[in-house]
């Protein structure tokens, strides 16, 4: 059924005469100072969008809002059985990932077109932050058509692939995207450079996490990739950064990065690394997602695979004093510090207002026995604290495709969440007078927040001692942990109600901003404006990066919030973007 309505929406979306382009009186003529919107005299006539579609073999497609049809076209209603699937294919994100410009983030894309939304009278359906036209990019010179006409008639470009980005970063109002999603080639590489000698992966862009840990296995590798079994290995995820199950064995998603297939701002195709513009390669591995070039393959290293074992176990609160409790998961903080010192330990645990889980610990080549005495320490704890495991698990993989499969989740109950987060030092957490006042921020975020049910994940990633020269946020580096910090809204949700929860993740960074100087937060996992982002998203790289993206796009063909150097434009309330 899935494949019916996605098949639907492309031959629905596939190249359309631009009805936005003649919807409204030509008005603005822009000077350059804003990119073109539709209906400005400026936005390409109905000919050159056809020439470009000619250009592309067929490949344009007029983005139509994924619910439109099935929900708020005439003679079908929130009821209708159209729009009652639409609603149940909804939370499984399938329908974002397979279509051009619809994204996953009901705050950036405006809250229009919501089939849960569809029986309120004020309902809109538009186009909201989404673009306007998309190119399903087959090669390389398909990109360089979008590239050069987006140049041309000073449109605003993204790259889109598989549309979870909650910072909106793979949309944009008015926008050509260039759609990555269907670069699904994988390779594998005997490869040598000065960096590097030995097995590699070359992936499309459009590959996603799972299906690398796959192409890996079956050929007795394994890769760097999420938790997240459909994020795209080399969109958002490595330019990002890229944390995951075995980012404390081998280094984050950009530590891996051995070259990019790319095409630049200038129209070029390009392979870069650290031997051929590498000023491009050390931007595109950890500067931030969708501001350098298109890529169209990312060739990472990858390692030998074998047994990994695995843990899980949890705890309710519902025997125990809200003190007893914040004792248990400052105890859980203080014992990560000890992990950290076995060789590829990564964790990640979760803490609500009704229990604590570690979701899933990951330990390459180890054995069960291995795994249990890392954990004892902990058990013992809470055995001192009168609180009893529930589920506990502990097991050994065959591989590491089999451990990401056990434990491996979506982790996305609803797409409408906000994010936050933060990088906590190291040192902060062994400082027995540091990390009382974090364990408080963390209850008060928990226990007080009136916006919904908080939801911490706290991910110990050990990636100090693999440093590779790239544009990683340093904060990485000195950390113990990252926690995400995540709000969950309905999807009936209004906009008064994003809005209210996007202040509060803001707020819930600024408490634990103040009881963690010197720490970061993950820029691919946390608020579009947030005002520190610049120190705390890029840290001390962000100075040599505006430099390079000066260099490579001076202006500004790629745009997105918090790009390094999107302070240099501005989106006005209409979501025209203009020089600031
Ligand atoms: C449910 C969920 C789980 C997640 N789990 C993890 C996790 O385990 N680890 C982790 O590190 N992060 C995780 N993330 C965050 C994720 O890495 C980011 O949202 C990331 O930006 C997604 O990248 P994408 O390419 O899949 O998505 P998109 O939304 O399509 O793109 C994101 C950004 O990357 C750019 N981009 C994409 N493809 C290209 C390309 N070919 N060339 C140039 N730019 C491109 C886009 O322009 C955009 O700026 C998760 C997010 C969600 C929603």
């Not at 409204?24 to 990119?35: E, H, W």
């Not at 513009?277 to 393959?297: K, M, P, T």
Request: hydrophobic share 40%; proline share 5%.
């Amino acid at each position: 059924m899935l494949f019916t309505i996605h098949s639907l929406a492309v031959i629905a979306a596939t190249f359309i005469l631009p009805r936005l382009a003649s919807a409204a009186p030509a008005l603005v003529r822009n000077d350059g100072a804003c990119r073109a919107l539709p209906g400005d005299a400026d936005w390409p006539q109905e000919e050159e969008w056809e020439t470009l579609n000619r250009t592309v073999g067929g490949r344009l497609i007029r983005g139509v809002p994924l619910a439109e049809t099935s929900c708020y076209s005439t003679n079908v209603s929130a009821t209708s059985e159209a729009c009652v699937t639409v609603q149940r294919e909804w939370a499984s994100l399938a329908p974002f990932i397979a279509d051009p410009v619809n994204i996953m983030a009901p705050y950036q894309q405006n809250n229009t077109c919501s089939p849960f939304l569809a029986a309120n009278a004020n309902a809109t359906c538009t186009l909201g932050n989404m673009a306007t036209y998309a190119i399903n990019v087959s090669d390389a010179a398909s990109a360089a058509a979008g590239v050069k006409f987006a140049h041309t008639h000073n449109l605003r470009l993204v790259v889109k692939n598989t549309g979870h980005d909650h910072l909106g970063r793979a949309s944009g109002r008015g926008a050509l995207a260039l759609w990555t999603h269907h670069l699904k080639d994988k390779t594998l590489v005997d490869y040598r450079s000065s960096l590097y000698t030995g097995p590699a992966l070359r992936l499309g862009a459009g590959v996603q996490v799972r299906e690398l840990s796959e192409f890996a296995g079956a050929n007795g590798l394994r890769a760097v990739g999420g938790s997240c079994p459909t994020v795209g290995a080399a969109g958002g995820f490595t330019q990002g950064s890229g944390h995951g199950p075995l980012s404390s064995a081998y280094g984050l998603g950009a530590d891996n990065t051995l070259e990019f297939d790319v095409v630049t701002m200038d129209g070029q195709h390009r392979t870069v690394s650290p031997d051929q513009d590498a000023d491009l390669y050390w931007a595109l591995s950890g500067g931030g997602a969708g501001n350098w070039a298109v890529v169209l393959s990312v060739t990472v290293r990858a390692h030998r695979d074998g047994p990994v074992a695995g843990a899980r176990f949890s705890f309710s609160r519902e025997h125990v004093t809200p003190q007893v409790y914040w004792n248990a998961v400052e105890a859980w903080m203080k014992h990560v510090a000890t992990l950290n010192a076995i060789p590829g330990f990564r964790s990640m645990a979760r803490v609500t207002r009704s229990g604590f889980s570690l979701d899933m610990a990951t330990l390459p080549d180890a054995s069960v026995a291995d795994m249990q005495a890392a954990l004892a320490p902990f058990h013992n704890t809470l055995a001192r604290l009168n609180i009893s495991l529930g589920e506990n698990e502990t097991v050994q993989h065959p591989s590491y495709l089999a451990h990401f499969d056990a434990y491996g989740t979506n982790s996305a109950e609803t797409r409408n969440m906000t994010i936050g987060s933060r990088l906590i030092p190291r040192d902060l957490v062994q400082d027995a007078e540091k990390l009382p006042p974090i364990t408080e921020a963390l209850r008060s975020i928990v226990d007080e927040s009136t916006a919904g049910d908080p939801l911490l994940v706290v991910m110990s990633n050990n990636v100090s001692h693999i440093y590779n020269d790239n544009a990683v946020n340093p904060a990485w580096r000195s950390s113990l942990f990252l926690i995400n910090m995540v709000l969950m809204s309905s999807e009936q949700a209004p906009w008064p109600k994003l809005q209210a929860d996007l202040a509060e993740m803001n707020s819930w960074q600024d408490r634990l901003r103040l009881v963690t100087p010197g720490g970061g937060s993950y820029g691919s996992e946390a608020t579009f404006d947030n005002q520190y982002w610049k120190s705390e998203y890029y840290g001390s790289v962000y100075d040599r990066l505006l430099q390079i993206k000066q260099q490579y796009d001076p202006d500004f063909v790629l745009w997105n919030q918090p790009a390094v150097g999107s302070d240099l434009y501005r989106l006005r309330d209409d979501g025209r973007l203009c020089t600031a």
